[in-house]
């Protein structure tokens, strides 16, 4: 028998009240055909996420959750993490809905699942030094008995991202790049040792040599901690890096699903198709040579 | 010790396509805890009619080198020095060849320029748009901030400017949280070159969008140039989207240009060894699953920075010299140029007469 999952989303859905923007704007050969569109501009209710079932199984694993802007990813990772009640289905860890947890379970979960965010600017007061980020951690979840060994963990994390620790620690949020935040939320991550790291975008705002660091270091904690990860990215490329599983958001809907490689290669829905020509492939001899148009992207 | 960088000042500055000559400019800031060096002696030419890649990780100056052309730099932050040399078509008032130098000019004079000569497009511009004011009202308010114009002419303009990136009419009646982030970005865009400038500066204008987004800006802006002959200067972090855009490009490293050449042999001969880290770290699809190494280490803070060359503390090829002596910009063959010890090269910018022409330097559209 298959182990139950650890965390999952079972046919799940989130409806907002929402004015509907248009995703593109219509071409100008679309203008006759304008008031179409303003009547997508009415208020009414959308589905975010539209009958989503999505596993992380026990053992672990990395699922990369692509889709277009908009396609419901962050509302789904939102939900995941008990950020957000679903309108309807359920979210269990462990195979118990999440949000019928005894408060001993809760803080089993809350440990165990830990987000990484596009920019984790916000979660960082601006008048406190990078230590204080773990010092609160070690506090909150009883990590440490005394400050040595809270240095330690400190240290011992920080390396495990390739920082510095003498470099960092005495820093303000602001004194350092979008690059190094983010290493430095995986750090406390690594102190944590939690089951499941959700992590929405957390490399589109980084370049490339640091995203890289970044995503080697999500597939370390997979490989020696057993970490898994659920990584939300537009962006094909990074996904692929990262292996694993493929999932791919549509308006809210699942259109394909499967082992990385297979998806890839063998794109069965042309929505996945335009997500992966839209990756610059890096190569100045390689350019694109047709030309995406506004109504092709309006197709989805 | 620091040797002075000497490009060759004797040289006529101007070559036949010459838009913008940057020549060691440096932007400081006064900080409590000391002066943060932050654009540290950048060397530049950018010609006309070309897109011009700025690359580069984050931090290392890219946006304050762009608001130091237009600026925009505020207190504490000031120029220190350099001199940049625009040469911008039919500005009243002025000899046609003569240059403006654009770290020198009043903020009046400056005024005047922006808009008009040089658009810009700042990192996040498509969150800056004003909440509560409908797009047509926000655009002809630029449009007259700049220029006089009827209303009518305005608007006109207005809608032509919409229609050139693909947006409908009606968008111009709307409200910015009526519009999707590409559309935002895509209006700002369009009234940002609607008085058609010499120079369109753009700083990282797709990295907040998707890739879908993404992909349709970069064909608008390929198509616009084309179509207007506009001089693009285009930052970005993102080397994959410099691959697809640029003709040249220009790498910059805490807070000078290290390497600058046409965009193929960047990607093909890349020389520098920070350029190198930059090409391996570019994630493709398809192909074998190869674990790519980055670059290790921190980005040095612009408060201190390290000694000699700034890349050494984090470059596999560092030498004894490289620690003591900051290697200069220099030609190593022709419309290239490398600022690294393990190169010989030429203490000047470019020989005028070997100039490539910009047609052979331009890559397929
Ligand atoms: N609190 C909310 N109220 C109304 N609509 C919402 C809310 N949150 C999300 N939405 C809408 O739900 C849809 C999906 O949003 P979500 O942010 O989850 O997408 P996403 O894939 O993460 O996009 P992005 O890449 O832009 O972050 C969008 O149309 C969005 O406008
Ligand atoms: N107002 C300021 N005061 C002090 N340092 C600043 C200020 N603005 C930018 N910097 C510093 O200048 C460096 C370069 O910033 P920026 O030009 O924004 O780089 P990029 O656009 O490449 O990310 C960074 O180290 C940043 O911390
Ligand atoms: S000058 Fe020396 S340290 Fe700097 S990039 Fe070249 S080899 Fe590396
Ligand atoms: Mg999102
Ligand atoms: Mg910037």
Known sequence: ?300 | MQVPVDLGLQAKPKGPDTLIDVRDMRIYYATTAGEAKVVDGVDLRIYRDEIFGVAGESGCGKSTFVEGLLRLIKLPGYIKSGTAQFFPKNVEGKEPDEPIDLLKISQQDMRKLRWKHIAYVPQGAMNALNPVMRIDDQIVDAIHAHVNMSRKDAIELMLKQLNMVGLPPYVANQYPHELSGGMKQRVTIASSISLSPDVLMADEPTTALDVNIQRIILQELKEIRERLGLTIVYVSHDMAVHAELADRMGIMYAGSVVEVGTTIDIFKRPLHPYTQGLIKSIPKIGGPRERLVGIPGLAPSPLAWPSGCKFHPRCSKAMDICRQVAPRLGVVEEGRQVACHLYETQPKVESENSERTLSEIKLHV
């Open chain 1, 1 to 300: 028998m298959l182990l139950p999952a650890l965390l999952e989303a079972d046919n799940v859905t989130k409806s907002f009240m929402a004015r509907r923007r248009p995703r593109v704007g219509v071409g100008q050969a679309d203008t006759q055909r304008a008031g179409r569109v303003q009547n997508n501009l009415r208020d009414g209710m959308i589905n975010a996420v539209d009958g989503v079932s999505l596993a992380i199984p026990a053992e672990p694993t990395l699922i990369s959750l692509v889709g277009e802007s908009g396609s419901g990813k962050t509302t789904l990772s939102r939900m995941l993490l008990g950020l957000e009640k679903p309108t309807t289905g359920t979210i269990r860890y462990r195979g118990k809905d999440i949000f019928k947890l005894s408060k001993e379970e809760w803080k089993v979960y809350r440990r165990e699942v830990q987000a990484v965010f596009q920019d984790p600017y916000a979660i960082y007061n601006p008048f406190y030094h990078v230590e204080h980020v773990f010092k609160m951690a070690i506090k909150h979840f009883k990590l440490a008995d005394n400050a040595e060994k809270a240095r330690a963990l400190m240290e011992e994390a920080l390396r495990a991202v390739d920082l510095r620790p003498q470099d960092v620690l005495g820093r303000y949020p602001h004194q350092l790049s979008g690059g190094e935040r983010q290493r430095i939320m995986l750090a406390r991550i690594y102190m944590l040792k939690p089951r499941v790291i959700i992590a929405d975008e957390p490399v589109s705002m980084i370049d490339a040599a640091v995203r890289t660091l970044f995503m080697n270091i999500l597939l370390d904690f997979r490989d020696q901690y057993g970490i898994s990860c659920l990584f939300i990215t537009h962006n094909l490329s990074t996904a692929y890096y990262l292996g694993g599983q493929l999932v791919v958001l549509c308006q809210g809907k699942i259109v394909e699903q499967g082992d990385m490689d297979e998806v890839i290669n063998n794109p069965r829905h042309n929505y996945t198709r335009q997500l992966l020509n839209a990756v610059p492939s890096g190569d100045p001899e390689k350019r694109w040579t047709t030309k995406l148009t506004l109504e092709e992207l309006n197709a989805y």
